[in-house]
């Protein structure tokens, strides 16, 4: 019940670029030597706000996942899969909208913000209000309990917390619970009922989280349960009933701190980046023409990196050695700007070599892709359909 999944999401919105890579992928690549981790293309939530482009869709579903490839995303540890294949997602978010207030979703800060930043196209669809539910399917579904994000989806896994705790409060009363929890804490055994107690009472009277951790460690350590008393002394801790769904927590993914071509950060939108899989002529390009301190009119006047968006590049780049020759050489117009550059450059297109290398066997073979999420995408449905049967069945759809 508590396990350790861990969840994404990314929408397919083309070509994915540096910024990700230092930002989400890294991460990604990291949390799947540790946990269990399930990876998936958005592609409905795509649609959410580009429903009038289809067109892209396809090409940019398969850029992204090969871009994770790229990255160091491997499909042995990770499953990787996408949305619209596990239509189970959209059963679960059709059952939670049941029991969804509309004002929840209104309030959503993302709603508002949305609409008015792409205020070009008309989001007043109901698919849109649904964003942040269609989020809550995704990662309920899976029982997940890591969500790895930015910051701007955190009240996205918050309202994923509220809607778990709404259904398994709605319907995670059974008849005679309480007598069926007393009945299971007995086959803990003395030692670990008594413990159980103890800390139950401890959360319920006093709210001591650590005592909710302890508890559920406990019950995590306990081999002889069945499946349905483990789910009703997840439950007996925090009172009420069975956990049928289990609550998030994000994991905040840190902002990136990869500065783009201009100095700010990079992000498409600035049109300031530097692609995955960027080719090195073009990388070479690119940096070469960036714009650096502009008090440097000619080669013999002196800079400030401070001033210029190369010396960031040097920060995520360059070693200390390598730093204090730019400031001493910029500060002294002991160097100029191509030669200060060409380091960076060298860099860049060094971190991009193995990404370049691993995508190209996708791209000579894109059955290998194919084959790779339809993999995932069958492993993702046994996950999901198993959560939605708990879930049709305590909802009063259990016939068949
Ligand atoms: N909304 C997320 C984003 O824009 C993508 C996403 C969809 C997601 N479903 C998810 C992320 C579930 C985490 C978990 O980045
Ligand atoms: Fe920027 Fe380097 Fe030129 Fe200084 S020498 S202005 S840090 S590019």
Redesign the pocket.
């Known amino acids: 019940m508590y396990s350790n999944r861990v969840?994404?999401?990314?929408?397919p919105t083309g070509a994915l670029h540096l910024g990700h890579y230092h930002g989400v992928l890294k991460n990604w690549v990291r949390l799947q030597h540790e946990f269990e981790c399930l990876y998936?293309v958005?592609d409905w939530?795509a649609l959410t706000t580009h429903y009038d482009d289809p067109a892209q869709i396809e090409k940019h579903v398969w850029d992204m996942v090969i871009d994770w490839l790229a990255a160091g995303v491997d499909p042995a540890q990770a499953t990787l899969f996408i949305?619209s294949r596990v239509p189970e997602h959209a059963e679960l978010h059709l059952l939670l909208s049941m029991i969804t207030p509309l004002g929840w979703l209104e309030r959503v800060p993302t709603f508002k913000d949305q609409q008015e930043k792409l205020a070009e196209k008309d989001l007043a669809t109901y698919g849109f209000l649904g964003?942040p539910l269609?989020?809550s399917a995704?990662?309920l579904i899976y029982r997940a309990n890591r969500?790895?994000?930015?910051e701007?989806?955190v009240p996205?896994?918050e309202i994923t917390r509220e809607i778990a705790r709404r259904f398994n409060h709605v319907f995670g009363k059974e008849p005679g619970f309480e007598e069926k929890a007393e009945a299971a804490i007995k086959k803990l055994g003395s030692r670990r009922a008594k413990a159980y107690r103890q800390q139950r009472a401890s959360y319920l009277e006093k709210g001591d989280a650590e005592a909710l951790a302890a508890a559920r460690e406990l019950l995590n350590e306990t081999q002889n349960l069945t499946m349905g008393d483990r789910e009703r002394l997840f439950g007996y801790i925090e009172g009420g009933g069975k956990v049928i769904l289990t609550e998030p927590q994000a994991l905040l993914t840190e902002a990136s701190k990869m500065p783009g071509l201009d100095g700010q950060k990079m992000s498409k939108s600035y049109n300031n980046t530097i692609t995955l899989r960027e080719d090195a002529d073009s990388v070479a390009k690119k940096v070469k023409t960036m714009p650096t301190d502009p008090a440097r009119v000619k080669r013999t006047d002196p800079g400030n990196p401070e001033k210029c968006p190369v010396w960031q590049l040097h920060q995520v780049y360059s070693d200390d050695a390598k730093k204090a020759w730019v400031q001493q050489g910029c500060k002294s117009a002991g160097i100029g700007c191509l030669e200060c550059k060409q380091p960076v450059i060298d860099a860049i297109i060094a971190e991009q070599q193995p990404m370049r290398e691993r995508a190209q066997r996708y791209l000579d073979d894109p059955t290998l892709v194919r084959n790779i999420v339809a993999d995932g995408c069958e492993k993702a449905r046994k996950m999901a359909q198993e959560t939605l049967r708990d879930v049709r069945e305590v909802m009063g759809l259990g016939y068949s």
């Open positions: 969840l994404s999401g990314m929408r998936f958005a939530h949305q964003y269609l989020q995704d990662i969500v790895p994000v930015g701007d989806q996205h896994v």
